[in-house]
């Protein structure tokens, strides 16, 4: 019996592993601490005032829920992608340029693991966060296992493309997953190489970030390019399930800039370079980029969420959570390098608490779907 199984199912894991690293990202470079990532010791319950007391023990809880939702979603997901491909379908799916991309969502989950255990982990494990350079070296060795692996699947499924002959017309914002996935091994890979105090692995990770970052960048340009060109010559909006690729964009933008952020700080530690404004302008630029690009994306969806949001389950969906992930991730970078205002603090906690939503509305809809129960209200596809 053939499983009914699509790998942009991980969207929903690496969605939960995402907003388990808001709340990191938003106490790391929004609250004064120590030097270094912020951990659990760095703050000082007794002083705090009583709205932020609540605040922090709610991002604090945020961070534990996700990060256990992202870890169960992803054994039960990958429990069924190993299923899956043994099937004959997979082979059939791989060769097709129009829909093979998906596969790389369980890439991006993955590698969105490490980022859950680097970030909230870390936060909540004081052996793990006071010896954090003993895991640089084993950080890079897991990293670039799947670095070799995601390139190899990259290349093989960029050889498929130019192989196969398909129409060109059909494709969609879907195809961005390609710079997604190398954007997210990107990030990582900078992370090692800013956080190691060990010059061999920093360089290490450093080149090997630089390879699959110029590749991920080279993708997003070129597929954008023929993205748009492409709808100008359609006509109207694609199909709905399709619609939200749209913002896809904009987690691409968030990966390649802090990558590009993190790489000023591997320069700055290990080359002695002055990046100087550098940070603000990549940051800023990144943000500014992000912030009309997600509101002409959702002035497009308006009708969709208005007339068929609610009444229908795709696993598409989950593309709607990476954008506000990113979003509020991105926002908490640029309030620690730009001007740290008020707006921009509550504008971060208000897309934090949207995705949370929003998030719980789609996983209700999965598990209805899963279990059969769609009925007259929601149809599931």
């Known amino acids: 019996m053939k499983s009914k199984f699509s790998p942009l199912l991980f969207l929903a894991s690496l969605g939960a592993g995402g907003i388990s690293v808001i709340p990191f990202a938003f106490l790391n470079y929004t609250f004064p601490h120590e030097k270094g990532l912020i951990k659990m010791a760095h703050i000082p319950y007794d002083t705090l005032e009583l709205w932020q007391g609540f605040l922090f023990r709610f991002l604090e809880a945020t961070m534990i829920t996700f990060a256990v939702i992202h ?8 429990v069924k992608l190993v299923q899956w491909m043994r099937e004959d ?3 059939k799916f791989i060769e097709n340029p129009l829909a093979n991309s ?5 890439f991006i989950s993955i590698v969105m693991t490490m980022n859950v255990m680097i970030g909230p982990a870390r936060y909540f494990i004081p052996s793990f966060s006071d010896n954090l350079q003993l895991f640089m070296l084993p950080a890079l060795v897991f990293w670039g296992v799947i670095w070799l692996l995601l390139m190899r699947m990259e290349i093989k499924l960029l050889k498929t493309s130019f192989e196969k002959s398909f129409d060109i017309s059909k494709i969609h914002f879907g195809w961005l997953l390609h710079p997604f996935a190398l954007g997210m091994l990107t990030v990582t890979g900078t992370g090692i190489a800013a956080l190691s105090a060990d010059a061999s692995v920093a360089h290490v990770a450093a080149f090997m970030s630089v390879v699959s970052g110029t590749m991920g960048v080279f993708l997003l340009l070129v597929k954008m390019i023929t993205l748009f060109k492409s709808h100008f010559a359609a006509k109207g909006l694609p199909e709905r399930q399709f619609l939200p690729s749209f913002l896809i964009v904009v987690p691409n933008i968030t990966l390649y800039a802090i990558s590009a952020f993190r790489l000023g700080h591997y320069l700055e530690r290990h080359h002695g370079a002055e990046m100087g404004a550098y940070f603000l302008i ?3 630029v990144a943000f ?3 912030t009309w690009y997600l509101a002409f994306g959702i002035s497009l969806l308006k009708d969709y969420f208005r007339r068929h949001f609610s009444k229908e389950y795709y696993v598409s969906q989950w593309g709607l959570v990476c954008p506000l992930v990113a979003y509020a991730v991105l926002g908490s970078f640029v309030y620690n390098v730009f001007v740290p205002n008020i707006a921009l603090y509550a504008l971060i906690l208000l897309v934090t608490l949207a995705v949370v939503i929003l998030f719980f509305v789609l996983l209700g ?3 209805k779907c899963a279990k059969n129960r769609g009925g007259s209200n929601l149809t599931c596809y």
């Open 89 to 91: 379908g997979y082979k």
């Open 102 to 106: 998906a596969i790389l969502a369980p």
């Open 282 to 284: 990549v940051m800023v």
């Open 71 to 78: 870890i169960v979603l992803s054994v039960i997901f990958f």
């Open 288 to 290: 500014a980029f992000e």
């Open 365 to 367: 809809k999965h598990i």
